[in-house]
């Protein structure tokens, strides 16, 4: 595994007091309306940046509202390959990142040499990417998926071009081996990961599991943990029933749809626990939704730090500066957009 660094929990807009906090969010809000800006944040971002978006969700929700934004600039509080990608749905509008360091190490983990190479192995396969990757890989690409659609995507291409196609899947090797599982059938698999995800390890599952009897299980597909997950299920160890495989915006619907459970309640003697295997930052859009519901992170140091370079200073700078700018080259972009729209098609 690479061995990047993760972000520590500390709020980045530390040292800022609630009043600079609240009036910031303020001139946010109406520097957004002035300039005719949509604020789209991802479910990884911080509280405040969250607070303040007009819309928060996972990478299928964000670039579906990209696509139906109508507002003259779309200011994307999240990472490059998600500004990339809502500049190819958006070839009109201005698209601003409150950062252009805000990277992704799952992105980084194929290049369009590497993948123009593995095509030439195989000149017959199907290209699915995962929406983690920069736009010049899904220019190469026959369909992109995220987490939230990625076995529909699969399926839709057995259905599509027959059972026995030869699919590429990439860059991540724990969703690639989700979706192998889910539809019983190999595909080749890129070995990449995400260094946040990879590093939810089984060991932090059995820990959890250990420490929380009774609780459900949120597991993001990413997770160097997912295949572990799925042996336990397949061996009786933890019942199917109480584990989800679901992208961030997936979790959110678990935690809206949550009702109390009065009897497993009573059995363990607290309130409902859910155990969350995925980047921190989703415990605070799920607890928001389920105040009832106690999160409880598998690794509470699965912090992104890409994701956490966004901040209220940051955005606010970006609104009043117009910057900085992300846009995809024309010829990038017109083959990028044709798996883009398929993904944003499914699911
Ligand atoms: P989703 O929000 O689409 O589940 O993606 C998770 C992620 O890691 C984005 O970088
Ligand atoms: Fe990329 Fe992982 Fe960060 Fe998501 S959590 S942006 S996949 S490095």
């Known amino acids: 595994m690479i061995d990047l660094p993760m972000s520590p929990l500390a709020a980045p807009s530390a040292g800022l007091s609630p009043d600079e906090i609240d009036a910031m969010k303020k001139e946010i809000r109406a520097l957004a309306a002035e300039r005719d800006a ?3 944040a991802h479910n990884y971002q911080v509280p405040e940046v969250q607070d303040v978006a007009d819309y928060t969700g996972d990478s299928l929700g964000l670039s579906r509202q990209a696509a139906a934004a109508e507002q003259e600039r779309i200011v994307f509080c999240g990472v490059h390959f998600m500004a990339e990608t809502a500049s190819v749905l958006c070839p ?7 950062d252009l360091d805000a990277g992704c190490s799952l992105a980084e983990s194929i290049d369009a040499e590497q993948l123009r190479a ?3 192995e195989h000149p017959d396969a199907v290209v699915v990417m995962y929406v983690n990757t920069s736009a010049e890989v899904k220019a190469l690409t026959d369909y ?8 529909q995507v699969v399926r839709h291409i057995y259905e599509k071009r027959g059972p026995d196609t030869e699919i590429l899947f990439g860059p991540d090797m724990w969703l690639g081996a989700y979706v192998e599982k889910e539809l019983g059938k190999p595909m080749h698999v890129w070995d990449g990961e995400c260094h946040v995800h990879a590093s939810i390890r089984p060991s932090d599952i059995e820990a959890t599991r250990a420490a929380h009897p009774g609780a459900d299980f949120l597991i993001h597909p990413e997770c160097g943990c997912t295949t572990s997950v799925m042996e336990y299920v397949a061996a009786g160890d933890v019942k199917a029933e109480d584990v989800k495989m679901l992208s961030t915006g997936g979790m959110l619907r678990y935690a809206k749809d949550a009702e109390p459970d009065a009897a497993r309640e009573a059995a363990h003697g607290h309130p409902r626990q859910a155990v969350v295997a995925t980047e921190v930052g989703m415990l605070y859009p799920l607890q928001m939704a389920a105040p009832d519901v106690e999160f409880v992170p598998a ?5 992104c730090q ?9 955005l606010l700078a970006s609104l009043r500066e117009n910057k900085f700018e992300v846009k995809v080259p024309q010829e990038i972009a017109d083959a990028a957009r044709v798996p883009i729209e398929r993904m944003v098609a499914i699911g």
């Open 38 to 40: 949509v604020i789209l």
């Open 92 to 98: 009109s509008k201005t698209v601003l990142i409150p």
């Open 118 to 120: 593995w095509k030439q």
């Open 144 to 151: 992109c998926c995220t987490s939230a659609n990625a076995v």
């Open 299 to 303: 690794n509470p140091e699965a912090s």
């Open 306 to 314: 890409f994701m956490k370079m966004i901040t209220l200073p940051k």
